[in-house]
């Protein structure tokens, strides 16, 4: 098989980059994709903050012209100065059930990993956590949520043949949301007088956006420190995510 990777360069490849997963899950029930425009969004370094502190590659893998593979090589320097560690990331990995495919794909990442004079590759991981992360090694028979990846099994059968290995777990839970209040939401009352907590004004999504959403995102980061591969979003990152999602956000909720 004579695969060929290419990286992309332009428009019409990274659209061919993002619309891959479209032909490669066709027909597949659990499969939701993410939404276009956020990732052309992603890879735009004059749109996604991230660029301040990382660098990207994406490639694309071609058997007789026809595209079989993708994946994204990203070197997050803030995470490595957090971590203490020189890695590079991979993500964005999609390809047919061909082990050749994903080992030239991963050569791919190498290759821009020791061009940066980096000695570990982890992933699937983005370009910050807030990015889809993570490989699906169970429940392939639930619907996804597209905000989370989605991947066949022999992903994670092959890259273990590729030699790589598990570092971390994560889990993804479904919460039915009850139809009553339940019973222990009637001490509500007294829990708000105990305490001194009381509900935010009634005013616009924007108004309060802007009293508590740098507060909100704050508490975020303090909150998120320890956790696998996080860095703290900057004050620029902070503002294109409240810019994003405050028109869209109910308040009821």
């Not at 339940?182 to 907590?197: A, N, S």
């Amino acid at each position: 098989m004579d695969i060929t990777i290419d990286r992309v360069q332009n428009r019409k490849q990274l659209r061919e980059f993002i619309r891959f997963p479209h032909e490669l899950y066709r027909g597949n029930e659990y499969w939701v994709p993410a939404l276009e425009a956020g990732e052309y969004k992603t890879f735009d370094p004059s749109k996604n903050d991230a660029f301040q502190f990382c660098e990207c590659e994406c490639y694309l893998a071609r058997v007789s012209g026809k595209t079989v593979g993708r994946v994204a090589a990203v070197l997050n320097t803030k995470s490595n100065q957090r971590w203490n560690e020189d890695a590079v990331r991979f993500g964005w990995l999609d390809f047919i059930e061909n082990q050749l495919v994903l080992d030239a794909l991963l050569a791919a990442v190498e290759d821009f990993a020791s061009r940066h004079g980096c000695r570990i590759i982890k992933g699937p991981l983005g370009f910050t956590e807030m990015d889809r992360t993570g490989l699906l090694v169970d429940g392939f028979n639930h619907l996804s949520s597209f905000t989370c990846l989605y991947n066949y099994p022999y992903y994670g059968e092959m890259l273990q043949k590729a030699g790589f290995a598990k570092d971390t777990d994560w889990i993804q839970r479904s919460l039915d949301v009850p139809g009553q209040m339940p019973k222990m939401f009637d001490y509500c009352p007294l829990i708000t007088q105990r305490y001194g907590l009381r509900m935010v004004e009634k005013c616009s999504m924007r108004v309060l956006a802007r009293r508590y959403g740098h507060k909100v995102f704050q508490l975020y980061n303090e909150t998120f420190a320890p956790l696998y591969e996080s860095s703290p979003l900057t004050d620029s990152q902070i503002n294109e995510y409240m810019h994003t999602y405050v028109p869209i956000m109910d308040r009821d909720f």
